[in-house]
């Protein structure tokens, strides 16, 4: 059985990515697993030592480099669990009973490649510990929704469970696909849906929503809310989403219309920086 994987670090964010965590552990019933990754990134390259040195003082150097990463690889080990540990206790209070821990020492998102196979859907913060600004997504995030193929939420500082949430829409493969897995997933069950498609109106568009608003009636969505609204993907989602005070954004990840284009490009970054609500992004 998958699991739903919350990875924390030593950030702000790691109190809301818990928060995502317990809130989609107990609505999917899937166990709870809280990820601490150590990236290799966090270590200084090893300095060069093939200059002019005497071949002693070299390798005096090397063994005392080699200790000095030794000593800090296992104070970040031991912080790590600490971080764990403090995570644990904050889900046990969001009603979570029996969360578990794993600690991982790699490149970050070769760490998340691994464990994909064994990953309902992965929890993230907008902004990890290596980011030293109040403003803008972690480095790594990018990195992560190119490379892996999972359900991602990604929450800003804050996480609210939703109680009304945004699908955007455009009748695409991928999106027919998403408002499938929605519609028959325990996550948003009882929480009201607002489906829109960014275009120009017509009969057309109209009917695609009136077709997905039906199927997700069909599983036992009440209140399904349909949207039409022109103009631009970012501009016109974010304005939407302030309208109707919505607290969630659905999306898949990819799809063969503006929003595909919208999602690979370099607005991707934008819409996650602007976003003041979660965003959940579906590959598959």
Request: hydrophobic share 40%; with cysteine.
């Amino acid at each position: 059985m998958k699991h739903i994987f919350a990875c924390i670090d030593g950030s702000p964010s790691s109190e809301a990515v818990c928060d995502a965590g317990a809130w989609v552990s107990q609505r999917v019933g899937r166990k709870l697993i809280l990820l601490h990754v150590l990236d290799k990134k966090v270590f200084p390259t090893r300095t060069d030592l093939s200059g002019n040195l005497g071949v002693d003082t070299r390798d005096h150097l090397l063994d005392e480099l080699a200790e000095l990463d030794a000593r800090r690889s296992k104070l970040a080990l031991e912080a790590g669990k600490r971080q764990l540990q403090v995570a644990v206790a904050r889900v046990k209070t969001k009603g979570v009973d029996s969360p578990e821990t794993l600690q991982r020492h790699g490149h970050f998102v070769e760490s998340l490649a691994e464990l994909q196979e064994d990953t309902r859907l992965l929890v993230l913060g907008r902004q990890g510990e290596a980011h030293d600004s109040g403003e803008g997504i972690g480095s790594n995030l990018e990195n992560v929704i190119r490379t892996l193929s999972c359900r991602i939420l990604i929450t800003p500082p804050d996480f609210i469970p939703p109680k009304k949430v945004l699908l955007a829409y455009d009748a695409s493969p991928t999106a027919k696909k998403v408002l499938y897995i929605v519609s028959r997933s325990p996550l948003f069950k009882g929480i009201p849906i607002h489906l829109l498609i960014v275009g120009e109106s017509s009969e057309e568009k109209q009917r695609l929503l009136d077709e997905a608003r039906e199927q997700l009636e069909k599983e036992g969505h009440a209140g399904v809310i349909t949207a039409l609204k022109p103009g631009e993907v970012e501009e016109t989602m974010l304005g939407y989403l302030a309208d109707e005070e919505l607290d969630m954004i659905i999306m898949g990840a990819y799809g063969h219309s503006r929003i595909r284009q919208f999602l690979v490009g370099s607005t991707t970054t934008n819409l996650l920086r602007k976003s003041p609500v979660p965003i959940l992004l579906m590959r598959q």
